[in-house]
């Protein structure tokens, strides 16, 4: 199963992504579809904050394998920051990577723009 929706580039279409999560994910385990959620809230506010456009999420559900995709047309590459307790912000690309399986970045064709995406392996289904 694919879903597929394009959001715009301000702070109010991050909520709109992580409902757009919740709303194609239901019947999964609670604990995946939180987990998820909260990466792409990451990766959407990313998007928002650095990209200045609109953003994509592409989610791909192929038997227990999830890809979740957020694109944007901003340019740049993300990479991934080790934030101190102090700091404010600088931990989305942790958590991507601490909560999936695996996680990278591609560059859009043609240029500007890129994809963070992310694969995660549902516990059961509900």
């Known amino acids: 199963m694919k879903w597929i929706r394009t959001f715009d580039g301000t702070p109010q279409s991050v909520k709109a992504a992580r409902q757009f999560v ?4 239901l019947g999964m385990p609670r604990e995946t579809v939180e987990a998820i959620v909260l990466m792409v809230s990451e990766l959407a ?5 650095f990209a200045d456009s609109e953003f994509t999420v592409h989610i791909q ?6 890809r ?24 989305g690309l942790m958590i991507v990577q601490a909560m999936s399986e695996e996680w990278g970045v ?3 064709r043609p240029p500007p723009g890129k994809s963070v995406w992310f694969t995660v392996t549902r516990a059961s289904a509900s």
């Open 22 to 25: 919740t709303d194609a994910l």
């Open 45 to 49: 506010s990313n998007s928002v904050r």
């Open 61 to 66: 559900r192929v038997r227990r394998q999830i």
């Open 68 to 91: 979740v995709e957020v694109a944007d047309g901003g340019g740049g590459t993300p990479t991934l920051r080790f934030a101190q307790p102090e700091d404010l912000s600088g931990r």
């Open 106 to 108: 591609a560059p859009s």
